[in-house]
Structure formats: C-alpha cells, structure tokens
C-alpha cells in the first residue's frame, strides 16, 4: 500500500528547534515534488514549503522564510522539515504531501503535531 | 497572493439531499483547483482535481463544476459518511486553501 509515514513532532520551547520526517513507501518517490502543510488547532490548512524532485528547487511560507528549511533524500525515500526559532504560532499538526501530476494534493501522510509552548 | 474564498462556512442537511459548497478565487486561476475532505482528526482527502476531475476511488455522488473565478463542489445525494469539512485549494501559483465549510447531517 502506497502511503507517507511521518515521525518527528512534539513540544518545544520557544526559539527551538524540531526536526520531521516522512517516509514514502511504496510509490516512486523521486517523480514527484513533496510538500509539508500545516494546520493549527481549530483552523484551516496552510502550505509551509515544497521542493523539486531533484532537491534543487525550493519554496517556503514566507512567515517560515529564515526559520524553516527543507530537504529530501531520493535514496531513502524520505522528505524533511527543520524547523529552528519555533514560535507559539507555528503550534499545528504538519503533514507531509505528495504533489500529484497536476500539482494538487494527492497523498497525506498522518500528521505530526508540533506544540511550541513555553 | 491569490485569496480563496469559500461558502457557507457550515452547513447543515439531510440524507440524501443535494448539496453544494463554493470557493470564489481572487482573480484567475484557469482550472487549477482541487477540493479535499477532511474527517476529524484525519489528514484531508484528494476528492476532485483541475475543477471537475474525480479522484479515483472517490464516489460518483461528488462532482466539481466552475465558471470564471467560482468554482462549486457538489454531493447529488448527502450520505451520513459525507459529514466532514472541505476545502478548495488553488495551485495555479503556489498554493492557498479556502477557509473551510463542515458539512452536519441533520
């Protein structure tokens, strides 16, 4: 079965730092561009970052711009997201996405909450 | 940035009722619009892409529809498994969700 398996979240202090992975298994992973998503307690969702298939091509959330970066290993199928100089609002669950052929949406991973809180 | 803005922000309904939802992007985003579900809980679910293509495996009752910058999801006929809140989404530059519609069955 073709799905994504993420790992990583928790809570963190203010102006810390936290690390998610995401695992894909069973599908070719390095076709597609891989996005991260998040969704705050209550609230709707909101694209963080994505990159090219290569690694080569990035895009990040503005408000992230600075603070987060990510990155990919084709070899071991797997998709990060470093978060450093976390904040109270980035508080939100963050799923790994695949981008399907046209862009859109088309694989989730489970979620991982990510709690900054002091 | 490109706005998405979508309609009701609830709704409620019975059984077998058709029902439809509208997302109103802020200027032109040609078809590129998906619309998810989401169950709470769970991480959201592709049902419709560029406007009006069904993902596989999701059921016929669902349908996408636009005109101009509106765009439409529709449930024919509302089953209780329908309960859930759906977002439009836009991709034709970066990506911006609208704010959501939760859908109750009476």
């Known amino acids: 079965e073709v799905q994504l398996v993420q790992s990583g979240g928790g809570l963190v202090q203010p102006g810390g730092s936290l690390r998610l992975s995401c695992v894909d298994y069973?599908?070719?992973?390095?076709?597609?561009?891989m996005s991260w998503v998040r969704q705050a307690p209550g609230k709707g969702l909101e694209w963080v970052a994505n990159?090219?298939?290569?690694?080569?091509?990035?895009y990040l959330l503005a408000s992230v711009v600075g603070r987060f970066s990510i990155s990919r290993d084709n070899a071991k199928n797997s998709v990060y997201l470093q978060m450093n100089s976390l904040r109270v609002e980035d508080t939100a669950v963050y799923y790994c996405?695949?981008?399907?052929?046209?862009?859109?949406?088309?694989?989730w991973g489970q979620g991982a909450l990510v709690t900054v809180s002091s | 940035d490109i706005q998405m803005t979508q309609s009701p922000s609830t709704l409620s309904a019975f059984v077998g009722d058709r029902v439809t939802i509208t997302c109103r992007a802020s200027?032109?985003?040609?078809?590129?619009l998906a619309w998810y579900q989401q169950k709470p809980g769970k991480a959201p679910k592709l049902l419709i892409y560029?406007?009006?293509t069904l993902q596989s495996g999701v059921p016929s009752r669902f349908s996408g529809s636009e005109s101009g910058t509106e765009f439409t999801l529709t449930i024919s006929s509302l089953q209780p498994e329908d309960s859930a809140t759906y977002y439009c989404?836009?991709?034709?530059?970066?990506?911006?969700f609208g704010q959501g519609t939760k859908v109750e069955i009476k």
């Open positions: 996405v695949r981008e399907g052929g046209g862009a859109f949406f088309d694989l």
């Open positions: 069973g599908s070719t992973f390095r076709s597609y561009w």
């Open positions: 990159i090219r298939q290569d690694g080569r091509e990035k």
């Open positions: 200027q032109s985003i040609s078809s590129w």
């Open positions: 560029k406007a009006s």
């Open positions: 989404q836009q991709y034709k530059t970066h990506y911006s």
